[in-house]
């Protein structure tokens, strides 16, 4: 079942419910279907569901210009003004960059930002691109969630330092510098 099937099928509930949870939408499926789908499916569902309710907001946007036209053609002489909210621009240049999938694609939305930002461009330049970049995470630690590599390297340091306490407490011979376990001082040795 794709999730732009869902979106139609229960555009009314999402109607109704704009904030319909993802469990909840899981549970209709099944008790309607007999089927049991992904939160990755629901996820799509609800966004493509919601998109078609209230719009895409981008399209939207970009009708304003060819109003503004319009309203300049079909009465002269009158003025139309936007008020831009140039930091949100900024903002949504800046985390649009590491969703990028390729590099090509990167290199484009950098380029943008550099368009922009020069300062907000030469941050990012920075910071190596593997910590901050889908194009350039590593393909085992890939996933649709742009903060889980940084989740990953929390979980696998969470691990190490558990172990390490467990070992230290259980006398396997693992000794730091200090008398206590210290977080911010990566270096132990192992003692033969």
């Keep these: 079942m794709t999730s732009r099937r869902l979106a139609r099928h229960y555009l009314e509930a999402f109607r ?3 904030i319909w949870s993802l469990s909840g939408l899981i549970a209709r499926v099944k ?9 990755t499916t629901v996820w799509r569902a609800k966004n493509f569901a ?22 300049l053609r079909t009465n002269p002489g009158s ?24 590099i090509a694609k990167l290199d484009m939305r950098l380029d943008k930002i550099e368009e922009k930002n020069a300062q907000a461009r030469q941050c990012l ?25 940084l989740c990953e390297c ?7 330092q558990s172990l390490l306490k467990k070992r ?7 000794s730091n510098s200090s008398s206590s376990f210290n977080l911010s001082d990566p270096v132990y040795r192992v003692m033969d």
């Design 16 to 18: 109704n419910d704009p």
């Design 79 to 102: 003025t139309v003004q936007f008020k831009e909210n140039k930091g949100k621009k900024l903002k949504d240049l800046v985390w649009n960059a590491p969703r990028a999938t390729y």
């Design 50 to 71: 919601l998109k078609l309710i209230v719009g895409d907001e981008e399209l939207q946007y970009g009708k304003l210009h060819d109003y503004k036209e319009e309203i």
């Design 125 to 149: 330049r920075e910071r190596p691109c593997e910590n901050w970049s889908k194009a350039c995470f590593k393909p085992e630690t890939m996933c649709n969630m742009l903060t889980n590599n």
């Design 31 to 39: 008790d309607d279907f007999s089927y049991t789908i992904t939160k």
């Design 154 to 160: 929390f979980n696998r340091l969470t691990s190490v």
């Design 168 to 174: 230290q407490g259980h006398g396997y011979g693992i």
